[in-house]
């Protein structure tokens, strides 16, 4: 079955960068458009990047764009996010998300990584 | 960007009610492209609907979704215990960004 499993959250200090990773399974990655979404403590949900299926084309929210930046390996399966300059208005639990092969939403969450910014 | 405002914040309700929660549109959304999530404490979002009313696999027919325009409604018929969560929708048009309501939390009275 379908597992999207992501790691390399942890404690950043204001201005450094971490990167954190989604590796997934049970499915072909390489077909699927992939999604990051985070959520603040306590807050809502918020989207934050997209990756086309085969990396050629991403998207990013304005609140991170020109700091954070999505790739992927599709030959290891994996998904990134690459997040530069982090401020405490970064800090969340980052989910990674399938983008259906046809249609609108995400049918498969990983469980999160929090990420948490702070001296 | 499409904002969605999601109605009422708290619900309060009772095991074997029905429950309306609402997501109004800033401007016309393609019915397609809305979708609602539930999401339980320390858990990850799990699709409950998409296209504005067709459900995701395995779940129930208690939960049902309407509407059309910049209105969307989000029903399940008969409150169970396992139901009592926070629930979004989902703007995911033909461009970004995708936008989702600020939620809301539907709890036991």
């Known amino acids: 079955q379908v597992h999207l499993v992501e790691s390399g959250g942890g404690v950043v200090q204001p201005g450094r960068s971490l990167r954190v990773s989604c590796a997934a399974s049970g499915f072909t990655f390489s077909t699927y458009a992939m999604h990051w979404v985070r959520q603040a403590p306590g807050k809502g949900l918020e989207w934050v990047a997209l990756?086309?299926?085969?990396?050629?084309?991403?998207h990013y929210a304005d609140s991170v764009k020109g700091r954070f930046t999505i790739s992927r390996d599709n030959s290891k399966n994996t998904l990134y996010l690459q997040m530069n300059s982090l401020t405490a208005e970064d800090t969340a639990v980052y989910y990674c998300?399938?983008?259906?092969?046809?249609?609108?939403?995400?049918?498969?969450w990983g469980q999160g990584t929090l990420v948490t910014v702070s001296s | 960007e499409i904002v969605l405002t999601q109605s009422p914040g708290t619900l309060s309700l009772s095991p074997g009610e029905r429950a309306t929660l609402s997501c109004r549109a800033s401007e016309s959304v393609s019915s397609r492209h809305l979708a609602w999530y539930q999401q339980k404490p320390g858990q990850a979002p799990s699709l409950l609907i998409y296209?504005?009313?067709s459900r995701a696999t395995g779940i129930p027919d208690r939960f049902s979704g309407s509407g059309s325009g910049t209105d969307f409604t989000l029903t399940i018929s008969r409150l169970e215990p396992e139901d009592f969560a926070v629930y979004y929708c989902?703007?995911?048009?033909?461009?970004?960004?995708?936008?989702f309501g600020q939620g809301t939390r539907l709890e036991i009275k």
């Open positions: 989902q703007h995911y048009g033909t461009s970004p960004p995708i936008t």
């Open positions: 296209g504005a009313s």
């Open positions: 998300a399938r983008r259906v092969s046809f249609g609108n939403y995400y049918d498969y």
């Open positions: 990756t086309s299926y085969d990396g050629s084309n991403s």
